[in-house]
């Protein structure tokens, strides 16, 4: 089976074009991609089943999902009962498109890493959930205030063997990670454990905050090429998604812009 090249619908709907969902399907008629990647935002809780409806009414193929932000700060500031609430409707509107992989920020926002305890005593049951609905969740490797992501997902690697994550390219590289990611005992993760792959450039250096953007291929400072030798030397045979920020101020979306970025990653695969 051929790898899917995905984008994610945060890239093309956002405030500036009013989070309106209804853009999707005409959208998705300008991208040269093989899918989408469902972006879930906070602000559409009480329109869920609308959202499925209209998903499901596209026809377009959205093999994976990507949960609310917000859950990990839930869970980090001791709202369990909310964020696994949270978690459970989105991989409830997972299960009803289709998608089978549901991406989680385990540690996010202002209070990032700083109670990795209550994460990963979450993770049993946010596995649990995501089974019940017949999806995989993934947690990513987001940027940390305090340690690294590279040591989390060892760490979940090590207590949770049947857990599962996604590796994104811009992450990594904001903590100096993309290399150390393929070596020592990180090998393992590519083993199975990583079922799926955020593709996004950097500009900055270490943990250099004000450059944390999301930005297409090319547009930064990594090196590409060694990323996806790697990835062919680990054997990861999963999908992609380009995030890239697609739209301005204006809400206008740069197709040519994402086209671009597609081809490019075709090319490297």
């Not at 956002?14 to 989070?19: A, I, K, L």
């Not at 289709?98 to 979450?122: E, F, Q, T, Y």
């Amino acid at each position: 089976m051929s790898k899917k090249v995905l984008v994610t619908t945060g890239a093309i709907i956002g405030r500036p074009n009013g989070r309106d969902y209804k853009l999707i399907e005409g959208f998705r008629k300008k991208l040269c991609c093989d899918g989408l990647e469902f972006m879930m935002y906070s602000t559409w809780q009480e329109e869920r089943q609308q959202i499925v409806d209209y998903l499901v009414s596209t026809g377009i193929d959205f093999p994976t999902v990507h949960c609310q932000k917000g859950i990990g700060e839930d869970i980090a500031e001791g709202r369990l009962s909310t964020a696994l609430s949270r978690f459970d409707g989105d991989c409830m509107m997972a299960e009803k498109i289709g998608a089978k992989i549901c991406v989680l920020h385990l540690w996010n926002g202002p209070v990032s890493d700083s109670h990795m305890g209550r994460a990963l005593a979450a993770v049993p049951k946010l596995i649990s959930i995501a089974r019940e609905h017949g999806v995989t969740v993934t947690f990513e490797n987001v940027v940390c205030s305090g340690e690294s992501p590279l040591e989390h997902l060892l760490q979940i690697h090590s207590l949770f063997p049947e857990a599962s994550f996604t590796f994104d390219t811009k992450m990594a590289a904001f903590h100096n990670e993309l290399q150390t990611s393929f070596e020592g005992d990180a090998k393992e993760l590519w083993q199975g454990p990583v079922k799926h792959v955020h593709v996004n450039d950097y500009d900055g250096g270490y943990m250099e905050w004000g450059r944390l953007r999301t930005l297409p291929i090319g547009a930064g400072r990594i090196d590409f090429k060694s990323v996806f030798e790697n990835l062919k030397n680990a054997g990861y045979n999963g999908d992609y998604t380009i995030e890239a920020t697609a739209f301005g101020s204006d809400g206008k979306v740069d197709f040519d812009m994402l086209n671009d970025s597609i081809k490019k990653l075709r090319n490297l695969l």
